[in-house]
């Protein structure tokens, strides 16, 4: 079985603060990540996709993929208390689709 | 440029009825997929078509029917539903298909069984 892993949270941050959202996969032949924001009640929303090792930016949000570790985060600087909400990390795989992570709950206190 | 769109949004059965959730999107997209998603528990693929003409079983299908209608239209039927299928049902649909593919999700449809 497949596995994507994330810390359930919450996560606390103040306003302005650095939120570092991480998440660990089981499958080594994952090719593609995706993270997701969801806001209670709500449907997922597509923030970043990454495929390659390293880093990758866009705005206030930058993706980290390291596959020898099997690891991938979400940074988001400056967060603000509408970045509060849950957020999804998926993999993906030839063959195969996407498999979600449980989600993380952020909470951005003002 | 409504994206997915599905209908209901809210719905409640009675053990055993029947009933079928409506998808529809507008991006011109090869594949749709179907979720169902519980607390805890993330969201898990029930079926998927990878392109027009094509359904085929995700991780949890058991209770479920799918039908590819279209392009745009891929249905989702509960022929018997059970108090274990009450759940918040997403669609999604991508534009390549397959796992390298950004998917992008309709706004739900909250069902619950008693």
């Known amino acids: 079985q497949k596995e994507v892993e994330q810390n359930s949270g919450p996560l606390s941050v103040p306003e302005g603060a650095i939120a570092s959202l991480n998440c660990t996969y089981s499958d080594r032949g994952s090719q593609s990540f995706f993270w997701y924001r969801q806001y209670s009640g709500k449907s997922p929303e597509l923030i970043m996709s990454i495929y390659s090792n390293g880093d990758k930016e866009d705005g206030r949000f930058t993706a980290q993929l390291n596959k020898a570790s099997q690891y991938v985060s979400l940074l988001i600087r400056d967060s603000q208390p509408s970045d509060s909400a849950t957020y999804l990390c998926?993999?993906?795989?030839?063959?195969?689709?996407?498999?979600f992570g449980p989600g993380t709950r952020l909470s951005v206190l003002p | 440029n409504a994206g997915v769109t599905q209908t209901p949004k809210f719905q409640v059965l009675k053990t055993g009825q029947s009933m079928t959730l409506q998808c529809a999107q507008d991006m011109n997209h090869n594949s749709m997929y179907w979720y169902r998603q519980d607390p805890g528990m993330g969201l898990r693929l029930i079926y998927y078509s990878a392109s027009e003409g094509t359904t085929d079983k995700g991780e949890v299908p058991n209770g479920y029917n799918v039908s590819r209608l279209n392009k745009r239209e891929f249905s989702l039927r509960l022929e018997s539903a059970a108090p274990s299928q009450t759940s918040v049902y997403f669609c999604?649909?991508?534009?390549?298909?397959?796992?390298?593919?950004?998917?992008?999700f309709g706004p739900g449809t909250r069902l619950t069984v008693t």
């Open positions: 998926a993999g993906g795989n030839y063959g195969q689709n996407f498999v």
């Open positions: 999604a649909s991508s534009g390549k298909g397959g796992p390298l593919a950004e998917q992008y």
